[in-house]
């Protein structure tokens, strides 16, 4: 079955680039809208962004000018770039498949387990 | 402040039904599905209702998901222990052009 694996560093200084990937597993990266949703400690979900295979990305307003997702459909992964991070970037970071079609997106039927980036000097 | 808004807990004893409410606004429920999260402790999130009031295959027919207008709701009958967890509602939204989540609600079962 189709599974999501997170995968990057734990650590990342304040002001720095935060940079994860997540691989597609037991099946095709080409088809969907993939996103990046995290979870700082002890509180809620925030949805980062989506790709769609094709290329075509939408961004969280609040993240946007920071954030860059993209997509290596040879390597049935894709990635997460947030710059200029600070302690409030500290959070559970997971990947997720949107089943949305063209519209109504949050259809998220698969998640990776999360990995946890800590934002300290 | 979530763009959804859900009450912070609910709680109900074994056997009770629980129902948990997600209010929004016409440019998010009001216009697209609802989807549903369950989270148990150290877990990912878990698809629990998608569509507004559907199921995915092996979700319990004990939940159950409704909308109406600009709110819509999650409810869950035959209250087990197990079903101790975090409730996510979401939905996308037109003007803000992304997924938003509701604050979340945490459930006790007592």
């Known amino acids: 079955q189709v599974q999501l694996q997170e995968s990057g560093p734990g650590l990342v200084k304040p002001s720095e680039t935060l940079s994860l990937t997540c691989t597609v597993s037991?099946?095709?990266?080409?088809?969907?809208?993939w996103s990046w949703i995290r979870q700082p400690p002890g509180k809620g979900l925030e949805w980062i962004g989506y790709i769609y295979y094709s290329g075509s990305t939408n961004y969280n307003p609040s993240l946007k000018s920071r954030v860059t997702i993209s997509v290596d459909t040879s390597k049935n992964q894709f990635s997460l770039k947030l710059s200029s991070v600070t302690a409030a970037d500290t959070a559970v970071y997971y990947c997720a498949r949107d089943l949305a079609v063209t519209h109504s997106l949050g259809y998220f039927d698969l998640w990776g387990r999360g990995t946890l980036v800590t934002v300290s000097s | 402040q979530s763009v959804l808004t859900q009450p912070p807990s609910a709680s109900g004893t074994p056997g009770q039904r629980v129902t948990i409410s997600c209010s929004g606004s016409s440019s998010n429920i009001g216009s697209n599905y609802v989807y549903w999260y369950q989270q148990l402790p150290g877990t990912a999130p878990k698809l629990l209702i998608y569509?507004?009031?559907q199921r995915p295959s092996g979700v319990p027919d004990r939940f159950s998901g409704s909308k109406s207008g600009t709110s819509a709701s999650l409810a869950i009958s035959g209250l087990r222990s197990e079903d101790e967890a975090d409730y996510y509602c979401?939905?996308?939204?037109?003007?803000?052009?992304?997924?938003?989540f509701g604050g979340g609600t945490k459930l006790t079962v007592l």
């Open positions: 569509r507004n009031n």
């Open positions: 979401a939905a996308w939204d037109d003007s803000l052009s992304a997924v938003v």
């Open positions: 037991g099946g095709s990266i080409s088809s969907y809208y």
